[in-house]
């Protein structure tokens, strides 16, 4: 129970950050002709893995799935009134696996220099979150998660110049290429404030790695 009291202001943190994103994806970055290549939600979502890092470091593996089954659960429930069924399946299912997989990797490398594990554990998190979101949510090959539930095909398979050389690929394609680069930025950027929340954070108490 103290536990979970303990780790709660983080699994608060989690479901806003997660639902904030499933909203603002739906959204394309309409500046410096960025349309085509970034949604809203690439500035946001990063910050879900802080939090997980931020949780594993502290308290350990354990608390932190506890952190990303939280957040799942909670954001899948108000992205119902935020997002399309699609979106809340393509986040909710990106989410869990590529936070678990967070977790693992970081776990992995809890031991190296402390900024390895952040980085690292969120460079293999966001490939697989963005591979899994973008085509679950918007490839054509997904299409039935709409027309399931008497919905319009929402898939962004209409082909756009891909990053202004002329080759094109299909919308989605390009949307999650520039979002996959915008979290990496911003995963880099993280390790900043990672390491000052570190620095201040006092040691949890002992933690099962199971």
């Keep these: ?103 693992a990797v970081f776990d992995r490398l809890r031991g190296n220099a402390w900024w390895h594990a952040p980085l690292i554990s969120t460079l293999f998190g966001s490939v697989l979150d963005t591979v899994l979101f973008f085509s679950l949510a918007f490839a054509a090959n997904f299409a039935f998660l709409d027309t399931a539930f008497g919905l319009e095909d929402g898939s962004l398979a209409f082909p756009v110049s891909l990053f202004g050389t002329g080759i094109e690929a299909p919308l989605w394609l390009s949307l999650a290429l520039g979002d996959f680069a915008v979290k990496i930025l911003i995963g880099l950027a993280m390790l900043v404030p990672y390491g000052a929340l570190l620095a201040t954070q006092r040691a949890g108490p002992a933690y099962d790695r199971g």
């Design 1 to 103: 129970m103290n536990r979970l009291y303990a780790i709660w202001p983080f699994m608060a943190a989690m479901a806003l950050i997660v639902t904030a994103s499933n909203f603002l994806v739906q959204y394309p970055f309409q500046h410096f002709g960025l349309g085509d290549l970034l949604t809203w939600g690439a500035f946001t979502y990063p910050v879900a893995f802080l939090i997980n890092d931020l949780t594993n470091r502290r308290f350990g593996p354990i608390a932190a799935r506890r952190v990303v089954f939280s957040g799942f659960v909670l954001a899948a429930i108000l992205s119902i009134w935020l997002a399309s069924p699609r979106i809340a399946i393509a986040s909710g299912a990106a989410f869990l696996f590529a936070q678990l997989f967070d977790v």
